[in-house]
């Protein structure tokens, strides 16, 4: 805390420690208390940030974002389906307000998601397109190419995750990114195009503690 407050000093800026906040990794309850009593900073257990949710365990991604985004959606779509909105109206609402907001979770957080996940959403969806009503169209036909009647919306298919984690694996076989290289591939005990070809068990082993690496592999 001294070295930074003489940082401060130096650069001419002040730690706000109402603002400022902390989160440790491999820390007893014990440590966290008397790291807050050392620094005056309050110890959180996760912190959102650009709206994901980053906690110091790595198994969580999908309780802190995926799930955390459905029931926010869900309960977003009961207040709307009470507006006065037509059929295209509500399908626009849908593709322009809800989609983005997955499609962003399944680009920054490219992980396995089961199918009942998609089962679900699409189930909310098709309850605010049709008010609740029977629907009078087949979902797959709505999400069908428009030069086939239909709306072109892929979103609740398990295909939608696969084509985010293209954005990543792009860079992966590029590698020339040097931001991600270096953060990614610290301490990586084989290049990084051995783990694109190679999906033998010794592979599976470096990369099946990584929730990200793992599934971008298995995608």
Known sequence: MKELEQFGVVAGLKINTKKTKLMTKNLTGKQNLELEEAMGLQVLKKVKYLGIWLT????????????????????????????????????????????????????????????????EFNKIIAKFIWQGKKPRINL??????????????QIGSCTTTSVASLVWLKEWVNLTNRRILVLEGHNLQRGWHAFLWDIGKTNQKYGHRQLIKDSLLTN
């Open 56 to 119: 110091a365990h790595c198994k969580t991604p999908k309780e802190n974002n995926y799930d955390k985004l459905m029931q926010q959606v869900k309960k977003d779509l009961e207040t709307w389906v009470k507006l006065q909105l037509s059929l295209l109206g509500r399908i626009a609402t849908i593709k322009m307000n809800i989609l983005p907001k997955f499609l962003y979770i399944f680009q920054m957080i490219p992980i396995k998601v089961h199918r009942k996940f998609f089962e």
């Open 140 to 153: 797959k036909a709505m999400q069908d190419m428009k030069s086939r009647g239909g709306r072109h919306s």
